[in-house]
């Protein structure tokens, strides 16, 4: 997958070095590109924001420079119309389901705002060229997308095959079937007075495999009853529905 970033705090982005989508990058399974955006700058101080029109506080971030920058890595994309992902608090907001469906692209651009966000004319003009698709990272409100983007490349990123080891650790993680996941525990089976639950030291599949599913209806219940609001009842055992 090839992922393109611009920011005007590119060293921002220097922690896609690192862990595992570090080695991805290595490996070639991921060409993360980052931009500076001031590169795409004319005037002497490599102005990139100026006063919103209509007043009010804050700085708003110049069209020119956005496209000047988006043009480059349209230029050097491999496909005519990549997905441009707008990251902002007005987006619709990231889900797994969101970066499974970004994890079958090829290309991805991400623009990251800052101050009070970009020009909508820089985004009205990256319409034609990209699919643009502003994102959320959640109902809160951040300085700049570059926190956003680490977010979603490293969500996306771990779903292209090869990136995480073993595959099977990403099936039976937290949203992967609409529930959260059931707790974990390692060595020792005792420690500080607590004891690991009994039936994961019974070697039994079978109830180890039933009893972490009621542990994921019991955290979801308890901690993000929207989501259970989201699953067909028909679909649950009398035990799921009660737990
Ligand atoms: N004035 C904007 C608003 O109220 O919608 C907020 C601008 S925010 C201070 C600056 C930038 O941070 C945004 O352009 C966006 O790139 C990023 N940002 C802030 N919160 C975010 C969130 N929840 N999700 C994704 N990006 C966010």
Same mark, same amino acid.
């Given at each position: 997958? +090839?992922?393109?970033?611009?920011?005007?705090?590119? &060293?921002?982005?220097?922690? *896609?070095? @690192?862990?595992?989508?570090?080695?991805?990058?290595?490996? =070639?399974?991921?060409?993360?590109?980052?931009?500076?955006?001031?590169?795409?700058?004319?005037?002497?101080?490599?102005?990139?924001?100026?006063?919103?029109?209509?007043?009010?506080?804050?700085?708003?971030?110049?069209? &020119?420079?956005?496209?000047?920058?988006?043009?480059?890595?349209? !230029?050097?994309?491999?496909?005519?119309?990549?997905? *441009?992902?707008?990251?902002?608090?007005?987006?619709?907001?990231?889900?797994?389901?969101?970066?499974? /469906? @970004?994890? &079958?692209?090829?290309?991805?651009?991400?623009?990251? =705002?800052?101050?009070?966000?970009?020009?909508?004319?820089?985004i009205?003009?990256?319409?034609?060229?990209?699919?643009?698709?502003?994102?959320?990272?959640?109902?809160?409100?951040?300085?700049?997308?570059?926190?956003?983007?680490?977010?979603?490349?490293?969500?996306?990123?771990? %779903?292209?095959?090869?990136?995480?080891?073993?595959?099977?650790? @990403?099936?039976?993680?937290?949203?992967?079937? =609409?529930? @959260?996941?059931?707790?974990?525990y390692?060595?020792?089976?005792s420690?500080?007075?607590? /004891?690991?639950?009994?039936?994961? %030291?019974? =070697?039994?599949?079978?109830r180890? !495999?039933?009893w972490? +599913?009621? &542990?994921?209806?019991?955290?979801?219940?308890?901690?993000?009853?929207?989501l259970?609001?989201?699953?067909?009842?028909?679909?649950?055992?009398?035990?799921?529905?009660?737990?």
């Amino acid at each position: 997958m +090839r992922i393109d970033v611009v920011s005007i705090f590119p &060293e921002y982005l220097a922690a *896609l070095d @690192l862990s595992l989508i570090g080695k991805a990058r290595r490996q =070639g399974l991921l060409d993360i590109r980052i931009h500076d955006l001031r590169e795409a700058t004319t005037d002497r101080h490599r102005t990139v924001d100026d006063t919103p029109y209509g007043g009010g506080a804050g700085m708003v971030m110049k069209p &020119e420079p956005w496209a000047q920058a988006l043009g480059a890595v349209l !230029a050097a994309a491999p496909d005519p119309r990549p997905t *441009l992902i707008v990251p902002s608090p007005a987006g619709a907001v990231f889900t797994q389901a969101m970066a499974h /469906d @970004l994890a &079958e692209l090829d290309h991805l651009v991400f623009a990251c =705002g800052r101050y009070e966000g970009i020009d909508e004319r820089a985004i009205d003009w990256a319409r034609e060229q990209f699919d643009v698709r502003a994102v959320s990272l959640g109902d809160y409100v951040l300085n700049g997308g570059e926190v956003a983007v680490l977010a979603m490349v490293e969500a996306v990123g771990r %779903l292209i095959p090869g990136v995480v080891g073993n595959p099977e650790s @990403l099936v039976e993680e937290s949203h992967s079937d =609409g529930l @959260l996941e059931y707790p974990v525990y390692t060595k020792p089976s005792s420690w500080r007075d607590r /004891d690991v639950p009994e039936v994961l %030291l019974s =070697g039994d599949h079978a109830r180890i !495999a039933q009893w972490r +599913r009621l &542990e994921q209806f019991r955290r979801t219940a308890e901690r993000r009853p929207d989501l259970l609001a989201l699953l067909d009842p028909a679909t649950l055992t009398s035990a799921e529905r009660t737990a």
